[in-house]
């Protein structure tokens, strides 16, 4: 009778779900001492040969303030493009409003 090790059957499971699965997210909600919290979300799908992640983030203070970050980063073999918008507690877009593209 063979052993087969937890790290045998942790491969054996995960390996075939990350060749297989074309999407993948990420979601965690930190809440501070004071009442306040951050949630981000994280979405990526494989596509063609082209990586698109999304990432939004939320922040809300104790009082009810709410300011928020919204990433789209889009990889190819060609480069890499990010966009990212931010939102300030008044509703308006904030100075972080950007377009970066970087190419290899």
Known sequence: MRHVTETTKILA????????TPM????????????????????????NGKVVCQTATT?????????????????????TTSTMNCVGPTGEPGPCSRTVQITR
């Open 13 to 20: 499971f995960v390996l075939p779900m990350a060749f297989a």
């Open 59 to 79: 922040a809300t203070t104790a009082k009810g303030q709410t300011v928020s970050k919204n990433r789209q980063r889009t990889t190819t073999s060609e480069g």
């Open 24 to 47: 993948f997210a990420q979601n965690v909600t930190i809440t501070n001492g004071n009442g306040g919290t951050v949630e981000k979300n994280r979405d990526c799908a494989r596509e």
